[in-house]
């Protein structure tokens, strides 16, 4: 298993019945898909008490599409269980995007702080716990310092083209043939790997 601080990808969970929008249009944040005529389209995963504080705090975390270093994360886990890992799919794309595009890092979970700290890319990398996010066999997230240090977050504005997608995740046969479905076509990009998703 690749440590997350040698890997090169970043991770973003979605439900499965967006995946195919996000291969044809692309991957937004969550304020560009509300205001857009996709919003109607889009299923919401996302812990709506994280969305009201985000609001709160008037952070504009709304208007970035937030990737997370590694999969299996505690917002992975949280998701999975509530919804199923089955009906999740990871979205992935390479950490070398950020040489494209604007990428930036908040290196704790964005929640430990009423603002949290945005980094340049390279500064953020540094700041990440590495230690703790490396250190697999000891990644308790009932600790919450443990907890913060994995929620380390990599955003951007920028649309994510759908051309800069490198692989989707799912969790099953059934759940690449469904979105395969809605595209009209195969997409070798969607790979079934259940050690992806949660349970730890």
């Not at 995946?19 to 249009?25: A, D, F, G, Q, T």
């Not at 390479?94 to 595009?101: A, S, V």
């Given at each position: 298993m690749t440590a997350p601080s040698q890997g090169k990808l970043l991770y973003h969970l979605t439900h499965i019945s967006n995946?195919?929008?996000?291969?044809?249009?692309g991957l937004a944040s969550r304020n560009k898909i509300m205001n857009s005529s996709l919003q109607n389209?889009?299923?919401d995963i996302a812990d709506q008490k994280i969305i009201r504080s985000r609001e709160e705090h008037n952070n504009?975390?709304?208007?970035?599409?937030?990737?997370?270093?590694?999969?299996?994360?505690?917002?992975?886990?949280?998701?999975?269980?509530?919804?199923?890992?089955e009906n999740m799919a990871i979205i992935t794309v390479?950490?070398?995007?950020?040489?494209?595009?604007d990428f930036y890092i908040i290196p704790m979970h964005p929640l430990d702080r009423e603002v949290p700290k945005i980094f340049s890319y390279e500064e953020g990398f540094k700041r990440v716990r590495w230690d703790i996010l490396d250190n697999v066999s000891n990644r308790d997230y009932h600790k919450q310092t443990i907890k913060n240090a994995c929620m380390a977050?990599?955003?951007?504005?920028?649309?994510?083209?759908a051309a800069d997608i490198a692989y989707v995740f799912v969790y099953s046969v059934e759940a690449k043939m469904e979105i395969e479905r809605n595209l009209g076509h195969p997409d070798p990009r969607i790979k079934v790997d259940p050690n992806k998703f949660p349970p730890f």
């Open positions: 995946v195919s929008s996000i291969l044809k249009y389209q889009f299923v504009h975390l709304l208007d970035y599409v937030l990737f997370h270093f590694y999969a299996k994360n505690p917002f992975d886990g949280a998701v999975c269980q509530s919804q199923g890992s390479y950490r070398d995007l950020h040489k494209k595009q977050e990599c955003i951007t504005e920028s649309l994510v083209q």
